[in-house]
């Protein structure tokens, strides 16, 4: 399975080095149970996930090895068909590329039209993550199932103006749902605060239903937000700007990370 097993995370701690993994091994439960255990506990994990938009793509690779050493942990990839959004980036080779350069889950954000018709060849790509945008799918049940036929984990993206209500009925097959928090297409723009109201909203729903989805935020992360989109509830913190912006993007992501995992223990 593709997806939640990445082994830096924000909580610091890969399984070997959780005491609740020394205790289950004291008391000789197999690591079978272990990793399902580990699985399970990943929801609660809050994982940062440099967007490479921001990122210096001549050297693509050692930015994102800056940016891994950092505590990043998923590489997110934005991917723009300039009709969706009004820009254009990458698409499959970028992301074979990529897959070449990094062990990190690929995190694939389609801001495309039709975006079904892309799906295989980002999956054959090496993408491990795919989310599409509510609003570019007219399917999207069976979208997300197409996504998970490929063995990647399945995604639903949130537009500011969307509300969560629309995905009342995929909530249950979606493996995340990523909000995003600016209007798509342009990296360094403003943090929407209305948004995190959504973020609550989805973290309510999941608990009162008892889904399993996790909750990415994208768009405007950065030092001064962090701390009220982790309390809001937010688990995968997509960050560009923030990141590669400027300054080195190791100590970059560090200090998100830090930030981050200050704010996870105000979470009420
Ligand atoms: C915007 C993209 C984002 C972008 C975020 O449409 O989906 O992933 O990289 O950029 P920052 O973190 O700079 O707001
Ligand atoms: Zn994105």
């Known amino acids: ?44 994990l809050i994982e940062l996930a440099p967007s490479i938009l921001a990122a210096d793509f001549a050297h693509l690779a050692e ?16 991917v723009m068909d300039g009709h969706f959004v009004p820009n254009l980036t990458v698409g499959p080779p970028l992301v074979k590329c990529l897959r070449q350069a990094t062990r990190l889950p690929l995190d694939c954000h389609l801001m495309i039209e039709d975006p079904d018709r892309y799906i295989a060849e980002f999956a054959e790509a090496g993408a491990d993550w795919i989310s599409v945008h509510q609003e570019a799918c007219r399917h999207l049940n069976r979208t997300l199932s197409f996504i998970k036929s490929y063995k990647c984990r399945a995604g639903v993206v949130l537009n500011p103006a969307t509300p969560v209500e629309t995905l009342s009925e995929v909530l249950e097959i979606a493996d995340y749902v990523l909000v995003m928090s600016v209007n798509p297409g342009f990296g360094a723009q403003k943090f929407i605060p209305a948004t995190l109201d959504k973020m609550r909203k989805l973290a309510e729903m999941r608990a009162a239903r008892g889904y399993a989805y996790r909750i990415e935020v994208d768009g405007g992360v950065g030092m001064d937000t962090v701390g009220e989109i982790v309390r809001a509830g937010a688990e995968i913190l997509v960050a560009g700007n923030a990141v590669f912006g400027k300054g080195d993007p190791k100590a970059n992501a560090q200090a998100l990370v830090e930030a981050a995992r200050s704010a996870s223990f105000e979470r009420v």
């Open 63 to 78: 930015q994102v090895e800056r940016a891994t050493a950092g505590g990043g942990s998923v590489v997110h990839v934005d």
């Open 1 to 44: 399975m593709k997806g939640w097993t990445s082994s830096q995370r924000i909580g610091g701690q890969s399984g070997q080095e959780c005491p609740l993994y020394t205790e289950l091994q004291r008391a000789r439960i197999s690591t079978a149970s272990i990793i399902y255990l580990g699985q399970v506990l990943d929801s609660d």
